[in-house]
């Protein structure tokens, strides 16, 4: 005898069935928020910043929600992907990053940030969009 796949109650209905019929009844609802595909380039005193992230939480203070978004610069270049794009509107951005190699670290080796918790706010708009991030140090040492 040949084990079974499927469960049946008494009433012979498969529990299989049922799970797929839960499944498409909402569970896993599809993001109903307005995304919007956003890359760019962030600088440091005209220089890329060669990695870090970007972090962007809409801004509830202009009446915005939805999910927060992290994005990784790489090369001076961040780029949101399919499923982690930001939400269309006002948004609160705060930008972490790091220089090159040879950077400043701590005494234990671990490379400090050049840019640590820097922040702005923008308003993305839906579709698609360009945002270059432009700091100078003199705006770093005034965000403290």
């Known amino acids: 005898m040949s084990p079974r796949l499927l469960i049946t ?3 012979g209905l498969t529990v299989g069935f049922l799970v797929l019929l ?4 909402g569970c896993g609802k599809a993001d109903t928020f307005e995304r919007t595909h956003l890359s760019g380039k962030v600088t440091l005193d005209d220089v890329l910043i060669t990695s870090g992230e970007i972090i962007l939480t809409p801004d509830n203070d ?3 929600s939805g999910p927060a978004v992290v994005i990784p610069i790489q090369n001076g ?9 930001p939400v269309a509107g006002a948004t609160l951005v705060r930008i972490n990053g790091f220089g090159d190699a040879a950077g400043p670290t701590s005494p234990d080796g671990v490379p400090i940030p050049i840019v640590n918790g820097y922040e702005t706010r923008i308003d993305i708009p839906q579709g698609k969009a360009v945002f270059d ?7 770093l040492k005034k965000k403290k």
């Open 9 to 11: 109650n008494d009433n």
């Open 22 to 25: 839960w499944l498409m009844s």
């Open 62 to 64: 202009q009446g915005h």
């Open 77 to 85: 270049i961040y780029q949101s992907a399919r499923g982690n794009s």
């Open 133 to 139: 991030f432009v700091l100078k140090k003199e705006d």
